[in-house]
Every structure is written in C-alpha cells, then in structure tokens.
C-alpha cells in the first residue's frame, strides 16, 4: 500500500455512501455490523474523507455529491 491509497475501511465508507438504503436504521445498522463502528465515527471518518484529495481521485462522483450536499447545509446555517 503506497501512501497513495486508502485503507480498506476508508474505501468500504465511501462504499456505503454510494449505496442507497430503503428505511430509517438501514444505514446505520449496516455501518454498525459491517464496520464496527458507531454512526458518529463513521460520519467522522466520512467528514474528514470528504476533504482528502485521495478519496477525490478514488471516488469523484460520490465525494464531489457529498460535498455540495455539506455545502449546502453548511449555507443554510
């Protein structure tokens, strides 16, 4: 692994944003079985990807959609 790349759990989080979920709880009980983490973990870690440059060339399409929805609440403050 080069310094390039993500880890695998930084690529399994922007998995689970590409996905669509078909209820309330899908989501967060999926990252709680699947990553082991709590969803305020997990919605730090995916924070912070938003602004790494390497999860931009992993995945444009779902980080660049990820980031103007932030945008957008973040305005709307």
């Avoid at 996905?19 to 709590?38: N, Q, T």
């Amino acid at each position: 692994m080069t310094d390039e790349d993500l880890s695998d759990r930084e690529r399994a989080v922007l998995a689970m944003e590409r996905r669509s979920w078909p209820g309330p709880g899908a989501k967060e009980r999926a990252i709680r079985e699947r990553l082991d983490l709590s969803p305020v973990r997990y919605y730090q870690l995916l924070n912070a990807l938003l602004d790494d440059e390497r999860a931009l060339a992993h995945d444009p399409v779902t980080v660049n959609r990820l980031r103007r929805l932030r945008e957008d609440r973040e305005r709307r403050r």
